[in-house]
């Protein structure tokens, strides 16, 4: 795969060892078996794949390469150009502006803009009303366009969906700016509606049955349909793809679910006709982090630390299969540990911080290792999550160093 040009202090020098070793004897990612870090009184859990993706890598190398270029010249944003922080605070402390929030709420007006500005497209990319609009106003879309190839993939996906006359159901956040931006492509060639979950679904499925009224899915819907929608005519061949970073299992089961409920409804003959077959839109990385976390969760372990942006969705989503099975903290930085004693973390299905006190219980010396898993999203730094290892090692006593460490445990991989 590609290598980038990332800046040095988002690389790390334990995690990224961990990892470069995975690469090298595992190259394939066959074994999701994590790598156990043995510090003596605690051992951290790292599994085989997290962190940056190719889309975040590509996402950064060109932002810092339009910064790079344009001395002197006004450096937009478009709003976050991932889910991460400490990236976007790096970014704007370096000029960069932001346009609009994570939520389109605008920073900058349009009308702000001149043909002279530089406009960076995030990794999600973006609507195709923005596009054409930045265009009208002479600036150049293409040359800083950070979105990940594979979210244009869905973006094709959809339009072939278009082409062939089916609509499209998308299963995502609909305020999301990924999902914001695959519906609006999507509705460009077809009738085009959001879900977020499977509860969603079996809403979408009453319509198709004709169970729910047309006028209540016009209510329930609101802001998730494309324009002119007609639940009649428009449910009767569908297709569905995702937001990249949703959870694997919800899509398959979504996927599965409409082809069940339009072979229900039209009957097993034509139901080629009725339901197009996409397999899921997830990316590598999402796929591969899912894989690895539940691989990770094979191996028996005391506590989950999960990194990651509060408005990343993939992060999320880690921390909801870690939520499983073990106490789980999300968190972004280290700073949101104050101490053994105390841990700020996201709440993220609430969608608000949260406090918990005596988290970290410092094994005595007759026990046994304290087992602690460590990974976070596709937009978190490898760096940050060294310094939130440092930082829990810091309230143990008689700790290994990481050389001895990583010398013990990869040279083993070697
Ligand atoms: S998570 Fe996947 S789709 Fe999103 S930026 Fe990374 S590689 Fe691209």
């Known amino acids: ?6 800046p040095v202090y988002y690389r790390s020098p334990i995690i990224g060892k ?12 066959k074994d999701f078996t994590p790598t156990v870090l043995d510090f003596g009184p605690v051992q951290f859990l790292i599994p085989r794949h997290f962190g940056f993706c190719y889309g975040v890598e590509n996402a950064i190398e060109i ?3 339009a910064l790079e ?8 944003l478009l709003s976050q150009m991932i889910h991460n922080p400490e990236v976007n605070a790096d970014l704007r402390q370096r000029g960069i502006r932001f346009i609009m929030d994570t939520e389109g709420n605008q920073f900058t007006e349009w009308d702000e803009l001149t043909p002279d500005d530089i406009v960076v497209i995030p990794a999600f990319g973006t609507t195709v009303e923005i596009q054409r609009l930045l265009e009208a106003k002479g600036i150049e879309t293409q040359k800083y366009n950070t979105t990940c190839p594979f979210v244009e993939k869905v973006w094709k996906r959809s339009a072939k969906l278009g082409e062939d006359d089916f609509s499209v159901i998308i299963h995502g956040k609909h305020k ?3 999902t914001r931006a695959t519906f609006s492509h999507s509705y460009q060639g ?4 959001v879900i977020k979950d499977m509860e969603e679904a079996k809403v979408l499925a009453d319509v198709i049955r004709g169970s729910i009224s047309h006028a209540d899915f016009y209510k329930i819907f609101e802001g998730k349909y494309s324009e002119g929608f007609d639940p009649v005519h428009d449910l009767e061949r569908v297709g569905v793809v995702n937001q990249t970073t949703m959870l694997a299992g919800e899509t398959q089961a979504i996927a599965d679910f409409f082809k069940n409920v339009m072979e229900e409804v039209h009957g097993t003959a034509d139901l080629k006709n009725r339901y197009a077959d996409t397999r899921d839109t997830l990316c590598y990385a999402t796929n591969d982090n899912q894989q690895a976390t539940y691989g990770v969760l094979e191996e028996p372990a005391d506590l989950a630390l999960v990194i990651g ?4 969705s993939n992060t999320s989503h880690i921390a909801e299969l870690c939520e499983e099975k073990l106490p789980t903290y999300f968190i972004q930085n280290e700073l949101e540990i104050t101490g053994p004693s105390l841990i700020r973390h996201f709440n993220y299905p609430k969608q608000k911080m949260e406090e918990t006190r005596d988290w970290l219980t410092l094994p005595g010396k007759s026990d046994s290792p304290l087992r602690i898993v460590l990974t976070s999203g596709a937009s978190c ?6 310094r939130v290892m440092q930082k829990v090692l810091s309230y143990f006593e008689e700790v290994r160093s990481p050389e001895e460490v990583l010398e013990d445990c990869l040279g083993k991989e070697d």
């Open 1 to 6: 795969m590609k290598q980038f040009e990332v």
């Open 18 to 29: 961990v990892k470069d070793t995975r690469k090298i004897t595992d190259p394939r990612k």
């Open 63 to 65: 932002s810092y390469r």
């Open 69 to 76: 270029e344009n001395p002197g010249k006004r450096i937009f």
């Open 176 to 178: 999301h700016e990924e």
């Open 190 to 193: 077809a009738p085009s509606v």
């Open 309 to 312: 942006g509060y408005n990343s």
């Open 381 to 386: 730094p490898d760096a940050t999550v060294d």
